[in-house]
């Protein structure tokens, strides 16, 4: 665990950190990015952060990949890659920098390390876990496999390097559905987001999907009444929902996708009042894009992502810690199942999980 005290002393000798309105001005192209959503005197304490992080990354020859989760100072304010998992991990394999900067959770940046094994890659916060990279291990693959003899096993890329290493190939929600219909088996278990896996049945019927018991602490929590009770409060309200979200939260919403599909709905459709189904950032970091959008409440924090703070990228760059190593033998048998995700061709219509009503359950006995 870090220790901000610490840290916060060494930072102070470095770097002038002070609040700024000067250097807020100086940098109000940044801020305009995200000016919907950052009040200008958070913008004044934010901007010295960003400030020395944009000079470090120059100094490190550093990169910094973030997920479409960070929040709006880190997604506007320092990043040069921002996108779902997928995305991701593709961009990953064509860093060319030295150093990579991992905005978003631990598994990602293990992602990155296996994918582009000679870059050093940075995580700012070793304890950015993930509630589904938890729930599932080597041992409960193999329970898997022994329970469905020659079921290849599918695992959403939200999984340690270790459960990567003991898949078949991974997914993402943008890419769940194409890669379990491809499967030649009749039966394909999918690991270990339970909600996932239900939602992908629905749209896959001709396979028999079986999945691990486990789920986003995120999406989890959202309810077909929430989503109810605010149609009923905002007559027209649109709901957009992440195909995390259990199948019934999935069936009450105008559309379904991955992060990187809601966004593109939002900037195709322009719907003057919509909701987002998903962690909070999402809807901050796509405002500013989309002035003429009203975003609506509810929505959940991801108590990992938001570990990532621009005080923790700062230190990791500062002192080039915060290293993410994988085992090398580990590390060969993950990317075999990731690269094998990423060279199957995007899907020629982008994932919609809200176009079937129908047979979100699946008679399946869970692990």
């Known amino acids: 665990m870090l220790d901000l005290t610490s840290v916060r002393d060494e930072l102070a000798r470095h770097y002038d950190l002070a609040p700024s309105l000067k ?3 100086s940098m109000k192209d940044i801020h305009a990015r995200m000016d919907r959503v950052m009040p ?5 304490i934010h901007a010295p952060y960003v400030a020395a992080i944009n000079r470090l990354k120059r100094e ?6 973030a997920h479409n989760y960070m929040t709006p100072q880190i997604y506007h304010g320092i990043s040069d890659v921002v996108g779902d998992s997928l995305h991701l991990a593709i961009k990953a394999t064509e860093v060319q920098a030295d150093v990579i900067v991992q905005c978003g959770v631990h598994l990602m940046a293990e992602t990155s390390k296996i994918l582009n094994p000679a870059k050093t890659v940075l995580m700012p916060d070793m304890e950015a876990g993930c509630s589904l990279a938890e729930s599932i291990t080597p041992e409960g693959i193999a329970q898997m496999r022994a329970r469905y003899p020659g079921a290849p096993v599918v695992s959403y890329v939200n999984t340690t390097a270790e459960v990567k290493a003991a898949s078949d190939i991974c997914c993402t929600s943008a890419n769940a559905a ?11 278990i999918m690991t270990p987001d339970k909600w996932l896996a239900q939602n992908v049945a629905a749209r896959v019927p001709q396979k028999r999907v079986v999945w691990w018991d486990g789920a986003c602490i995120v999406h989890e929590r959202f309810t077909a009444q929430d989503l109810r009770d605010f149609r009923d409060w905002h007559p027209g309200l649109k709901i957009i929902a992440h195909p995390e979200c259990p199948p019934e939260v999935v069936a009450e919403a105008d559309y379904a996708g991955s992060t990187a599909n809601i966004q593109g709905w939002v900037e195709k459709e322009r719907p003057r009042q919509v909701m987002l189904v998903t962690e909070c950032s999402m809807a901050a970091n796509i405002s500013d894009a989309n002035p003429e959008v009203e975003f609506l ?3 959940n924090m991801c108590p990992y992502m938001q570990k990532i703070t621009l005080e923790k990228v700062l230190w990791s760059l500062h002192s080039m810690t915060g290293v993410v190593e994988v085992d090398p033998e580990v590390a060969g048998r993950a990317r075999l199942a990731v690269q094998r995700m990423i060279d199957l061709p995007p899907p020629a219509i982008p994932a919609r999980y809200d176009l079937i009503k129908a047979r979100h359950h699946v008679d399946v006995e869970l692990i």
């Open 23 to 25: 250097l807020a001005e």
């Open 40 to 44: 200008w005197p958070d913008w004044a």
């Open 60 to 65: 490190r020859n550093a990169v910094v990949l």
């Open 178 to 188: 194409q890669i379990v219909a491809a499967m030649d088996s009749d039966t394909v």
């Open 297 to 299: 409440g509810p929505c």
